[in-house]
């Protein structure tokens, strides 16, 4: 391939950028819209998406400062299931426990534990400040993860937002450009075809 073709090949998805007598106000705008589009999706949707991953993990690291790990015990037997293949599992279900918050009162709640436990044994729960039963708080590395998907949507809903913009305008565009053909072809047509 001659260095004159490579040169022609590369600026074909210029052409609307270099001065040509065919290129019309429109082709510019295309132009322009589609490099505005690109610039605002890379930097404001980076943008949203790291801050957005930043507000989420806040209050997901949080949770370590809000809930206490706090041994209950058993109110009744858990029994152990076999599993479909007929071996003991090791399923977690839901069983009633008590336990005694910071400040002496008695609580009673459901939370899941291990299969196979008996009345009376001691198991780990989490609490929160208020002596409430709730979920163990995320390891820093799954409040990352969380963080990170919520800033994944946030930016990729950014970008599809700028894509639907860029479309609107697009569509604009292109009926302009159908009516300057219209247009065109009302002055031209009637002198092809014999036409008055």
């Known amino acids: 391939m001659s260095a004159r073709a490579t040169r022609r090949g590369l600026g074909r998805p210029l052409w ?25 999706m890379l930097v404001g949707g980076v943008t949203l998406g790291v801050t957005t991953a930043l507000l989420a993990r806040e209050p997901l690291m949080e949770q370590h400062e809000n809930r206490y790990q706090t041994q209950a015990v058993l109110v009744r037997d858990v029994p152990q299931r076999p599993t479909e293949l007929g071996e003991p599992g090791a399923n977690r279900v839901r069983a009633t426990v008590r336990w005694t918050d910071t400040l002496g009162t008695t609580h009673t709640g459901q939370t899941r534990v291990d299969e196979g436990r008996e009345a009376g044994e001691r198991v780990t729960i989490w609490t929160d400040e208020r002596g409430e039963l709730t979920t163990a708080p995320l390891s820093p590395a799954q409040a ?34 159908a009516a300057q053909w219209e247009r065109a072809w009302a002055e031209v047509g009637p002198r092809w075809s014999g036409r008055v």
Do not use: H, K, Y
């Not at 946030?154 to 479309?167: D, I, Q, Y």
């Open 16 to 40: 609307r950028w270099r001065r040509n007598p065919l290129r019309r106000r429109t082709d510019v705008i295309e132009a322009w819209s589609l490099l505005l589009a690109a610039v605002i």
């Open 144 to 177: 990352a993860t969380r963080a990170g998907v919520v800033g994944a949507i946030a930016a990729t809903g950014f970008c599809c937002l700028t894509l639907s913009a860029r479309r609107q305008v697009q569509r604009r565009l292109d009926r302009e450009r």
